[in-house]
C-alpha cells in the first residue's frame, strides 16, 4: 500500500540535477528546431509571393496600356458631294468613299496641303485603316449628318499609339523608323493643340480578330468562351453530381465502382490535350459538328471539367455528417428524400466551389481548343454556339504570335481580362461557401 | 495488506496484548477476532475486484471496522456477563467506558457509507455491501449499548447476594447469546448464508429460556417481596439479553439479504410470550 | 427509497410490464458483419408503456440490437440480420413491409443531438410532412405545437421557431430531436445513448421527458449510465459480447443480480 519512495541520496540528487541539464539541452533543440521549421515555412511562402507578384507586375505593367487608345478627335465634313446627293439612299450611304473623308479631315487638321502627294499620304497614314468604317457607322446610323461637319473621334494607327505610349524610339535613324520627322513634327503639334489624346479602350472590348492593333479586341472571344462556360454548366454540373451522388450514396461497394472511382480520379489528372483529341474525333469526325464552334468547345471542356466536379461533389457529399443521414432516415425519410431533402443542399456550397473552380480551369484552357480548331480568325460574332468561334486564352495566344507592336500590349491586356475573370469566378465560389455554409 | 492488519487489531484493542482477567467468554471473544479476521478479505474466491481499487479498499475498511466492532461488542458484552456474576464494578465501569469506543465506530462507519452512497453510487452487491454495513453497525450498536445497561445493573446490584440457581439461568442464557452473536459474525465474515440462517433459527432457544427465566424471577418475588429490587435488576438484565439474541437475529437476516439478495421469506419462530403471561400464578 | 424493503419494490413493479401483451418481441436475432457475428441469437420481450433499458460494455451488441429494431441496420451494406422481431405481432423483416412505414412506427433518437440544420419548426414538421399526417399549414402548426410541448420545449422555443435547430443548446437540441421523433406518433422510440453528449441538468430533464413519455410509448434506451438505466426504466437488459446475459426488472438487476458477469458490470469490476 504504501508508495515507495526512495530517500533522495546525494547521488541521485547529483544525476537528477545532471537529468534537468539533458533536458533542458533538449528543449533548447526542440524550440530552435521549430523556429528553424517555422523559417522553412516563411521562407518558402516569400519565394511564392515574388514570383507571383513578379507575374502580376510585368503582365500588368505591359497590359495597363492596352486599355487605352490614341484617337484623333477631328473635323469631319461631310460633304454632300461625297454622298452623291443631300439625302442619300442606304446604298448611297455605305458606298461613299469615307477612305476620302477621313483623309480629308485628319490633312485638314494637320494643316497639310492634300495637294502635296506625298505629305497627303504621310498624314493619312497617320489614321487608323479602320478610320473609315468609323466614319461610316456615324453616318449610316444618323443619315441627317450629311452635309454638316461633325466632330468625330477616330482612331489613331498603330505606330502613332506606339508614339503617346511611349514606346516608339524617335532616336532611330528615320530611314528605320515607321513615323519620319515630319509626321513626328505633326503629331507633336497635334498633341499640343488637344486633337490627339489618349481616350478608354472601348474596342478592346467589342472589337473581334484584326490584323491592325488598333481595332483588334476580345468581343468574339469573349461571347465564345461565354458559350462555351454555359454549355460546360450545362453539361457537366448535372452530369458530375448525378454520377458524384450516386457513387457516393447507392453504388454497392465492388471492384466495379473502385475501379471507376480510381479512373475518374486519374481523368482529373489527364492532360487537356487529349481531351482535345478525344474531342476532335468525336465530336467532329464522328459526330460532324463544325469545326471552330463552341459547341464542340464547350463538350470538350465539359469533359474535362466532369472528374473535377465530381471528385468536389463527392467530397461535399461525404463530408455531410452521417448524423443528418441517420436524422433523416430515422424518421422515416427514404434514401432518396435524406439525399434531396437533407444531404444535396448541405452539400451545395461545396459542389458550388467545386463547379466554379472547374469553370474557371475550363475558361482559362487552351490547349485542347487548339485541337478542335478554334484558333480561327473570327471577326464576325457568331450568333449560335455552332458558329465558329474563339476563346478567350486562344485569343491571348493567337495575338501572342503576331508580329505587331501594338499586339503586345493586347496580349497583356487580354491577359488581364482574363485573369480578372478568374478573380470573379474565385471570390465567387468563396463568397458562395461563406454564404451557404450552415453549422451542424 | 495482510502483515500490517495485527498492529492495526492492537491499536483498537488493547485487550488483544494484555488480558487482565480474561474468563472463558472474554477470551473466546479475542478467540473470535481472530476468527473475525477472514472478514478483512470478504469477497469470495469468485468476486473480481473492482477496476476502481481505492473502491476496493474502501469495501475492505468497511469490514474491517465492522470486524472490529463487533469484536468490541462481543467483548463488552462477555465482560458485562462476568460483571454481573462477579459482582465486579470495576469491570462493569470498563464496560461502560468501552462501550463510547463502539459507539464512536458506529459513527465513522454510517460517515463512510454515507460519503460511499454519494461518491461510488454503489450497486448490486456492493450496494447490500453497503446497506448490509449500515445495519450491522446500527445493531452491534445497540448490542453495546444493552451491555453497557447489563454493566449498570451488574453495578447497581453489585452488594446484594446472588442466588445460584438464577444466575445460572442468566449465565447459560448470556453464554447462548454470546455464542449466536459470534457465530453471526462469523456468519457475516465468511458471508455465509447458511450460518447466518441456522443463528436466525435458534433465537427461538434464547427466547424460550428468557420464558423460563421470567417465570423463576416471578415465583421468586412472590415467594420473598425482598428480592423485588434484585430480581428486577435481573429480570431486565435478562431481557436485555433476550434483546442482544433478537439484534443478533436482525444481523443474521443482514447476512442472508446481503449474500443471497433477498430478505429471509417465512417468519421467525417465537417463543417469547412474556408479554401475555404477567398474572399467570402457576 | 434505498431502505424500502427490496421484495415489496419487486412485488409491486414485476407484475405490470408482465401481465400484458409485449410491444416488441425478438425472437433469435442474430446480426453478422460480413463474417463477423455481434449478435448471437437474442431473445427478449419488451413491454408496451414502458422504458427498457440495454446495458453493456462498448461494442456488447446492445445498439446493434436497437438498430434492428427500426431495421437501421439495413443502410449498412455488409450487415445481415436473422431471427424474427415482430412489433405487435407483425413480422418486421417481412419482405413486404415497407421499411420507411416502418421508421414511421418506431422513432429513434441518437446518442449526438443531430437536428437537420434548418428552423426549428421545419425540424418537427419534417416528418408529417413526408408522411403526410397534416393536410393544411394549420393542422401542421398544431402537430407541430404538440410534439415540442411533449418534448417539453416549446415554452422555451415557441417564440424563436423560425430559428435554426442547430443553434440550441445541447439539451435543447436533444428534445428537439425527440419532439421530431414524437412528432410522426410512432409506437415505439429508440434512443441510442441520448444523454451521452449532455451535462447533468439537461440530462436529467431528458430523463423527466422519458418518464412522461412512457405513459404513451414503448421506449428502448441504450445507455452507458447504470444509474441512468435504474433511474429511468423498469426492464433493463445486460448485454455482453453479443448476448442477454441477464433481462429482467430493472430493481432486480441492480440490487440482486443473479448473473455473475451482470454483478461485475453493474459494480464495476470488469475484468
Given amino acids: 500500500m504504501a508508495v515507495e519512495t526512495a530517500p533522495m541520496t546525494p547521488d541521485s540528487a547529483l544525476s537528477a540535477s545532471r537529468k534537468n541539464e539533458a533536458i533542458r539541452a533538449r528543449i533548447k533543440r526542440r524550440y530552435s528546431a521549430e523556429r528553424r521549421f517555422r523559417a522553412y515555412g516563411i521562407a518558402a511562402i516569400l519565394f511564392g509571393l515574388a514570383f507571383l507578384v513578379a507575374l502580376f507586375s510585368t503582365i500588368f505593367a505591359r497590359g495597363y496600356t492596352a486599355f487605352q487608345q490614341s484617337t484623333f478627335t477631328l473635323s469631319v465634313v461631310l460633304d454632300q458631294a461625297a454622298f452623291g446627293s443631300s439625302a442619300p439612299t442606304p446604298s448611297e450611304l455605305r458606298m461613299a468613299d469615307y477612305t476620302k473623308i477621313a483623309n480629308r479631315a485628319i490633312q485638314q487638321a494637320l494643316g497639310v496641303d492634300p495637294n502635296n502627294k506625298a505629305d497627303a499620304r504621310a498624314a493619312a497614314d497617320l489614321l487608323s485603316q479602320n478610320a473609315d468604317t468609323q466614319i461610316r457607322k456615324i453616318v449610316t446610323a444618323d443619315p441627317s449628318l450629311v452635309g454638316q461637319t461633325v466632330k468625330v473621334d477616330v482612331l489613331a494607327h498603330g505606330n502613332v499609339d506606339s508614339l503617346l505610349k511611349g514606346q516608339f524610339d524617335r532616336s532611330v535613324a528615320e530611314s528605320r523608323r515607321k513615323l519620319s520627322d515630319k509626321q513626328l513634327g505633326w503629331l507633336d503639334r497635334a498633341i499640343e493643340s488637344g486633337i490627339l489624346t489618349k481616350k478608354f479602350n472601348t474596342g478592346l472590348f467589342t472589337y473581334g480578330a484584326s490584323s491592325k492593333p488598333e481595332t483588334a479586341g476580345v468581343g468574339v472571344a469573349l461571347v465564345g468562351s461565354l458559350y462555351m462556360m454555359t454549355i460546360v454548366l450545362l453539361v457537366a454540373v448535372p452530369l458530375g453530381v448525378a454520377a458524384a451522388v450516386y457513387l457516393e450514396e447507392f453504388a454497392p461497394k465492388n471492384f466495379i465502382t473502385d475501379t471507376i472511382e480510381v479512373n475518374i480520379n486519374n481523368l482529373a489528372a489527364v492532360p487537356s490535350i487529349v481531351f482535345g483529341l478525344l474531342g476532335l474525333a468525336i465530336f467532329i469526325n464522328f459526330m460532324g459538328i463544325p469545326r471552330s464552334a463552341s459547341l464542340v468547345g464547350g463538350l470538350v471542356l465539359a469533359l474535362m471539367t466532369l472528374p473535377t466536379i465530381i471528385i468536389a461533389t463527392r467530397a461535399a457529399v461525404s463530408a455531410v455528417p452521417p448524423s443528418i443521414r441517420e436524422a433523416a432516415l430515422g424518421v422515416g425519410a427514404s434514401k432518396m428524400q435524406s439525399i434531396t431533402h437533407h444531404v444535396l443542399p448541405l452539400a451545395v456550397p461545396g459542389i458550388l466551389t467545386g463547379t466554379i473552380i472547374g469553370l474557371a480551369k475550363a475558361l482559362g484552357e487552351t490547349a485542347p481548343l487548339l485541337m478542335i480548331g478554334m484558333v480561327a480568325f473570327v471577326v464576325e460574332y457568331p450568333s449560335t454556339p455552332m458558329d465558329a468561334a474563339t476563346a478567350l486564352p486562344v485569343q491571348i495566344y493567337m495575338w501572342a504570335t503576331a508580329a505587331e507592336r501594338g499586339f503586345v500590349e493586347r496580349t497583356a491586356g487580354a491577359t488581364l481580362i482574363l485573369l480578372a475573370f478568374l478573380v470573379v469566378m474565385n471570390v465567387t465560389a468563396v463568397i458562395l461557401r461563406r454564404r451557404y455554409e450552415r453549422r451542424w | ?282 | 427509497m434505498l431502505n424500502v424493503e427490496p421484495s415489496s419494490l419487486q412485488r409491486a413493479t414485476a407484475q405490470a410490464p408482465h401481465l400484458q401483451e409485449p410491444k416488441v418481441v425478438a425472437k433469435d436475432v442474430s446480426v453478422y458483419y460480413g463474417e463477423k457475428r455481434a449478435l448471437f441469437d437474442v431473445s427478449v420481450n419488451i413491454p408496451d408503456r414502458g422504458v427498457m433499458a440495454f446495458i453493456g460494455p462498448s461494442g456488447c451488441g446492445k445498439s446493434t440490437f436497437l438498430r434492428c429494431i427500426n431495421r437501421m441496420n439495413d443502410t449498412i451494406p455488409i450487415c445481415r440480420v436473422t431471427g424474427k422481431i415482430t412489433i405487435e405481432n407483425e413480422d418486421i423483416y417481412d419482405p413486404s413491409l415497407d421499411v420507411v412505414q416502418l421508421r414511421a412506427r418506431v422513432g429513434m433518437v441518437f446518442q449526438k443531438p443531430n437536428p437537420f440544420p434548418k428552423s426549428i419548426y421545419e425540424n418537427v414538421a419534417y416528418g408529417p410532412r413526408i408522411h403526410g399526417l397534416s393536410s393544411s399549414k394549420a393542422e401542421l402548426d398544431e402537430i407541430v405545437q404538440k410534439s415540442l410541448e411533449r418534448a417539453a420545449l416549446w415554452k422555451e422555443v415557441k417564440d424563436r421557431l423560425n430559428d435554426p435547430g442547430t443553434g440550441l443548446s445541447g439539451g435543447q437540441q436533444q428534445r428537439l430531436c425527440i419532439a421530431r421523433a414524437v412528432a410522426v406518433n410512432p409506437e415505439v422510440i429508440l434512443m441510442d445513448e441520448p444523454c451521452s453528449a449532455l451535462d447533468p441538468i439537461a440530462t436529467a430533464k431528458i430523463e423527466e421527458l422519458i418518464d412522461e413519455l412512457k405513459q404513451n410509448f414503448c421506449i428502448i434506451i441504450v445507455t452507458h449510465s447504470m444509474q441512468q438505466a435504474a433511474r429511468v426504466s423498469q426492464r433493463t437488459a445486460f448485454f455482453h459480447l453479443g448476448v442477454i446475459v441477464e433481462e429482467g426488472n430493472t430493481e432486480e438487476i441492480f440490487q440482486n443480480p443473479t448473473d455473475k458477469r451482470t454483478q461485475d458490470y453493474i459494480t464495476g469490476r470488469f475484468g
Fill in chain 2, 1 to 282: 495488506m495482510t502483515t500490517d492488519r495485527k498492529t492495526l487489531l492492537s491499536g483498537f484493542m488493547p485487550w488483544r496484548t494484555s488480558t487482565p482477567e480474561t474468563t472463558k467468554a472474554t477470551a473466546a471473544a479475542s478467540n473470535e477476532l481472530t476468527r473475525a479476521e477472514p472478514a478483512l478479505r470478504p469477497k469470495g474466491d469468485d468476486m473480481n475486484e473492482h477496476i476502481v481499487k481505492s473502491y476496493e479498499d474502501e469495501l475492505a475498511l468497511l469490514d474491517r471496522k465492522i470486524a472490529q466492532m463487533g469484536g468490541l461488542a462481543e467483548h463488552i458484552l462477555a465482560q458485562s456477563f462476568d460483571a454481573i456474576e462477579r459482582r465486579d464494578p470495576k469491570l462493569a465501569e470498563q464496560v461502560v467506558k468501552a462501550d463510547k469506543q463502539i459507539d464512536q465506530l458506529e459513527r465513522e462507519i454510517e460517515e463512510q457509507v454515507i460519503s460511499m452512497i454519494a461518491r461510488r453510487q454503489p450497486l448490486a452487491n456492493d450496494l447490500r455491501h453497503v446497506m448490509a454495513a449500515l445495519r450491522v453497525t446500527g445493531d452491534l450498536e445497540r448490542i453495546g449499548d444493552l451491555a453497557k445497561n447489563i454493566a449498570k445493573r451488574a453495578l447497581a446490584i453489585a452488594h446484594e447476594s446472588h442466588p445460584k440457581p438464577l444466575m445460572t439461568g442468566m449465565r447459560h442464557m448470556g453464554d447462548l447469546a454470546l455464542a449466536q452473536l459470534k457465530e453471526v459474525l462469523d456468519a457475516y465474515a465468511a458471508r455465509n448464508a447458511d450460518r447466518a440462517l441456522a443463528v436466525w433459527r435458534s433465537d427461538e432457544q434464547i427466547d424460550s429460556m428468557y420464558n423460563s427465566l421470567f417465570r423463576e424471577l416471578l415465583t421468586y418475588m412472590m415467594e420473598d417481596p425482598r428480592s423485588i429490587g434484585l430480581s428486577t435488576h435481573l429480570l431486565f438484565g435478562a431481557k436485555n439479553i433476550e434483546r442482544v439474541g433478537d439484534h443478533t437475529t436482525n444481523i443474521a437476516e443482514t447476512v442472508h439479504f446481503l449474500v443471497r439478495g433477498v430478505n429471509i421469506a417465512d417468519d421467525r419462530p417465537k417463543s417469547d410470550d412474556t408479554s401475555s403471561t404477567l398474572f399467570s400464578k402457576s
